[in-house]
């Protein structure tokens, strides 16, 4: 019951990462404002945190807030915040997991600004515009904490198209600098880089492995030889946002089975 009477907004909250720590933050006690530009998957997710047993051991509480909008429209956002902050008096938590891939993985000599321009506008912007707003109402109660979702492709190349692992790698500097910013008022502002997690964002990638029977070789170039969960994810992003990671702030934890923590080149294991 780490996050009892403590408010949280998560992004992203439709599927995938985003629905798993909206089920793990309420399974830990924390009301719930939940953001999504998918309006049908986001009443799905607040379905599931109403039926019996999703949040086992939490008292009850209010429902989940919900709204469609997007993320990259300021204005939009800033409504949002202002009517959470309203509706509950709080916000104690942020989760900034709300992005998109893109979908273009050619070499940047053939890549589409349009398409660089949509994924910073969400993976990027989005980011910024709730920590901008969210923030504002932490520093009332000098009090906060604040985790985005990179990706290993903020690390390293090879996790994703240009677009998408520039937008990750400047998630990754915005943990940094934020953390900087608000550090003064006592917010913590922290990452999380998932590796390959099985979610709607990856599903491509897994059908096609499973239609080609090599299902065995996804995540074999992890040092754990496997591919994530969301729920593992979701663990690492709720350490993050509550207080036993008080003294934590300005990193950028790999969730990511080793991923990054050698060479990784092709051959190297087996």
């Known amino acids: ?16 990462i985003g629905r798993a720590i909206a089920l793990r933050l309420a399974q830990e006690g924390a009301t719930l404002a939940l953001v999504d530009r998918n309006e049908s998957g986001l009443a799905a997710t607040v379905s599931a945190l109403m039926e019996p047993g999703a949040a086992a051991g939490r008292q009850a509480g209010p429902q989940p807030w919900s709204r469609a909008l997007d ?29 998109i891939s893109g979908g273009d993985y050619s070499a940047v000599t053939e890549n589409d600004l349009a398409i660089w321009h ?22 009332e109660r000098q009090d906060g904490a604040i985790v985005n979702t990179a990706s290993v492709a903020g690390i ?40 390959l997690i099985e979610t709607g964002m990856t599903a491509g990638v897994f059908q096609r492995a499973r239609e080609a029977g090599k299902e065995d070789r996804l995540g074999s170039r992890c040092e754990l030889r496997r591919y994530g969960h969301p729920q593992e994810v ?14 934590i702030t300005g990193q950028a934890l790999a969730v990511d089975g080793g991923n990054t923590a050698s060479l990784n080149l092709p051959g190297m294991k087996v």
């Not at 915040?81 to 992005?99: K, Q």
């Open 1 to 16: 019951m780490r996050f009892h009477d403590k408010v949280a907004i998560v992004t992203g909250a439709a599927s995938g």
């Open 234 to 247: 979701a663990s690492a992003v709720a350490f993050l946002a509550s207080e036993d990671a008080s003294y």
């Open 71 to 99: 993320i990259a429209d300021e204005q939009s956002v800033a409504e949002a915040v202002r009517e959470v902050a309203e509706s509950f008096g709080r916000i104690d938590v942020l989760c900034n997991n709300a992005g």
């Open 156 to 195: 390293r190349s090879g996790a994703g198209g240009n677009a998408y692992s520039a937008s990750k790698a400047a998630v990754i500097n915005l943990t940094m600098t934020s953390a900087c910013d608000l550090g003064q008022w006592h917010i913590r502002v922290n990452a999380v880089c998932p590796g």
């Open 118 to 139: 949509q994924v910073l506008n969400v993976n990027l912007f989005g980011a910024v515009n709730f920590t901008k707003h969210a923030a504002r109402v932490m520093r």
